[in-house]
């Protein structure tokens, strides 16, 4: 056992098991829960990692609703999803509560806009796409006069915003017959990045009633092959060895 504390691979045990220990926790700062954050705290500078992923540099860009109050981002709640798979990855869930409903009382308009950056505290480029998905939601639209509209895109850039796409999920009753055109979830694919930018786009118009309750972001993560894996597993029990075999010479 005192090989394993040699001050020489003490480095490498603390890489390695601070890796393993990244991808297993859901962490705040800057917010009264240890787990979640309202989204105004996370304006107000807060973050939350997830596993290996560190979500930070929030910023609201609009919120509005037309009669009513603005969407409120104390009453908002953001949490991690880590559920320990590769893809999905981890990512985000919002409860939004009523704070994106609009019920009904004639021509009605919301909004909530904001932005976040995304980054794998471990240094590398894993990141290989985004999974955008509206999870509890209500279109009780009025086909004929306006159509009940909800939709939520996401534009994701390199952090020197370099475009890499755009995901939309929306559930839209058409003027014709009151059909439900629901598109939900969207994915968008791109090369391997260690961190993005996302800008959150959410809006809705009804003259009945439209919410949000529950909306998911996730970012799968590229894994290494099993062969590679393998190599590098191989190759950690020699160095170990070999360490361990050089102190009890010493």
Not at 6 to 16: D, E, G, H, K, R
Not at 113 to 117: L, N
Not at 201 to 205: K, R
């Given at each position: 056992m005192?090989?394993?504390y040699?001050?020489?691979?003490?480095?490498?045990?603390?890489?390695?098991f601070?890796?393993?220990?990244?991808q297993?926790?859901v962490?705040?700062?800057?917010?009264?829960?240890?787990?979640?954050?309202?989204?105004?705290e996370?304006?107000?500078?807060?973050?939350?990692?997830?596993?290996a992923?560190?979500?930070?540099?929030?910023?609201?860009?609009?919120?509005?609703?037309?009669?009513?109050?603005?969407p409120d981002?104390?009453?908002?709640?953001?949490?991690?999803?880590?559920?320990?798979?590769?893809?999905?990855?981890p990512?985000?869930?919002?409860?939004?509560?009523?704070?994106?409903?609009?019920?009904?009382?004639?021509?009605?308009f919301?909004?909530l806009?904001?932005?976040?950056?995304v980054?794998?505290?471990?240094?590398?480029?894993?990141?290989?796409?985004?999974?955008?998905?509206?999870?509890?939601?209500?279109?009780?639209?009025n086909p004929?006069?306006?159509?009940?509209?909800l939709?939520?895109?996401?534009?994701?850039?390199?952090?020197?915003?370099?475009?890499?796409?755009?995901?939309?999920?929306?559930?839209?009753?058409?003027d014709?017959?009151g059909?439900?055109?629901?598109?939900?979830?969207d994915?968008?694919?791109?090369?391997?990045?260690?961190?993005l930018?996302v800008?959150t786009?959410?809006?809705?118009?009804t003259?009945?009633?439209?919410?949000?309750?529950?909306?998911?972001?996730?970012?799968?993560?590229?894994?290494?092959?099993?062969?590679?894996?393998?190599q590098?597993?191989?190759?950690?029990?020699?160095?170990?060895?070999?360490?361990?075999?050089?102190?009890?010479?010493?």
């Open positions: 005192r090989a394993c040699s001050p020489a691979i003490a480095p490498l045990l603390f890489s390695c601070a890796a393993f220990d990244a297993a926790a962490i705040t700062s800057g917010c009264v829960n240890a787990t979640a954050c309202t989204l105004d996370l304006f107000a500078g807060g973050s939350i990692q997830v596993g992923l560190l979500f930070d540099n929030w910023s609201l860009i609009d919120a509005d609703r037309i009669p009513g109050p603005a981002p104390t009453q908002i709640m953001v949490g991690g999803l880590e559920d320990g798979g590769a893809d999905p990855g990512g985000l869930r919002y409860e939004f509560g009523d704070e994106l409903l609009i019920a009904s009382g004639g021509l009605q919301m909004t806009q904001f932005a976040f950056e980054n794998d505290i471990l240094g590398r480029s894993p990141i290989k796409d985004h999974q955008l998905e509206m999870i509890d939601f209500t279109n009780a639209g004929g006069k306006v159509e009940g509209q939709n939520v895109r996401d534009e994701v850039t390199t952090l020197s915003m370099a475009a890499l796409g755009t995901a939309l999920v929306e559930s839209v009753i058409s014709s017959g059909v439900n055109v629901l598109t939900n979830p994915w968008i694919v791109f090369a391997p990045q260690a961190g930018s800008t786009i959410i809006n809705g118009t003259l009945d009633q439209v919410q949000l309750a529950i909306l998911d972001q996730r970012f799968s993560l590229l894994v290494p092959e099993p062969s590679t894996a393998a590098i597993g191989f190759a950690g029990t020699v160095l170990l060895a070999f360490m361990a075999r050089r102190h009890r010479k010493s």
